[in-house]
């Protein structure tokens, strides 16, 4: 009997280490752990359509709990999710990315990422001073031509022809170049075996 209990505990002890082994071997990457990434693929408003593929590599190891849990050069995938393009009087672009795989010591793992993204800069000076450049320059024209009057009037024609560029051209586009650094933070906690 004595010895029968003496089996069952070394058998316990077995097993529990046998458990510890097993759990101590899945690591976690919890949720809200920042990840420092560098493109790989170059993303703009110009060229770029939802769902085209995004990589990126993780520029330096991440910690959980004092171990690396996604060591550096590991990847990210994803895909473009929002593409706008600017608008030709108002309407700013933007672009936007998400990543949904991982791939760390050879093993690939689904992940979930907030999405990074760019907006971008109003044009409105830039407007400006292309309607007052052709003000300006219909002005100036319209003097040399007929005088005062012509002045007037080669101003008001300059103005519209300035208006006009502005009407047929688009803002500008942006970009996510490759080898930009940018950081994604995950929004659930990944199991890493």
Do not use: C
């Not at 709990?65 to 050069?73: F, L």
């Not at 706008?84 to 791939?103: D, T």
């Not at 500008?172 to 170049?177: A, G, I, L, S, T």
């Amino acid at each position: 009997m004595l010895r029968n209990r003496a089996w069952h505990l070394a058998l316990g002890s077995v097993l529990g280490l046998l458990a510890a082994d097993a759990s101590a071997a899945v690591r976690r990457l919890p949720a809200e752990t920042v990840i420092p990434v560098a493109l790989q693929t170059t993303v703009s408003s110009a060229t770029s359509r939802p769902e085209d593929r995004v990589d990126a590599k993780v520029r330096a190891d991440v910690l959980s709990g004092g171990k690396v849990v996604i060591p550096a050069g590991s990847e990210l995938r994803g895909h473009v999710l929002t593409v706008r393009r600017p608008g030709k009087v108002k309407g700013l672009a933007y672009l936007s990315v998400s990543f949904n795989e991982m791939v760390a010591n050879g093993k690939t793992y689904r992940i979930a990422t907030r999405h990074i993204g760019v907006q971008g800069q109003p044009s409105h000076g830039r407007d400006a001073k292309i309607i007052g450049g052709g003000t300006a320059a219909g002005a100036i024209i319209g003097g040399i031509v007929n005088g005062g009057s012509g002045a007037k009037k080669g101003a008001i024609i300059g103005a519209g022809a300035g208006t006009g560029a502005v009407l047929i051209n688009r803002g500008q586009d942006v970009e996510m170049p490759a080898g930009s650094r940018w950081t994604v933070r995950v929004t659930k906690t990944v199991r890493l075996d």
